[in-house]
Nanobody, 124 residues
Framework: QVQLVESGGGLVQPGGSLTLSCTATGSVAIIRDMAWYRQAPGTQRELVARITDSDVPNYADSVKGRFTISRDNADNTTYLQMDSLKPEDTAVYYC??????????????????WGQGTQVTVSS
């Protein structure tokens, strides 16, 4: 019923910037928290940033001051602005959202959804 569609990854030099976007499509009724995670080869998936439905953000210590999470509730979209990128930021980035979906007045549910992942590579 719901899909998260990501875009914006790519190759960038150290010190450069990228912006990721993630849009929830389908039978979306309510979106609460939205978040970005990342996973580098051989490591566990880790939380990068999260934003509440009241626009309150929080960040992993490793990205504080360099990354900015935001959201556009009208478009069901969250963004991750990444500045001053470092090689250690290289990973697959995944969007995650707490979504209540609704097909009709008596058919609804709530679940956490994941995007397909987008590769971010920071290298010279």
């Amino acid at each position: 019923q719901v899909q998260l569609v990501e875009s914006g990854g790519g190759l960038v030099q150290p010190g450069g910037s990228l912006t990721l976007s993630c849009t929830a499509t389908g039978s979306v009724a309510i979106i609460r928290d939205m978040a970005w995670y990342r996973q580098a080869p051989g490591t566990q998936r880790e939380l990068v940033a999260r934003i509440t439905d009241s626009d309150v953000p929080n960040y992993a210590d490793s990205v504080k001051g360099r990354f900015t999470i935001s959201r556009d509730n009208a478009d069901n979209t969250t963004y991750l602005q990444m500045d001053s990128l470092k090689p250690e930021d290289t990973a697959v980035y995944y969007c995650n959202a707490d979504v209540t979906w609704s097909l009709s007045w008596n058919s609804y549910g709530r679940d956490y959804y994941w995007g397909q992942g987008t590769q971010v590579t920071v290298s010279s």
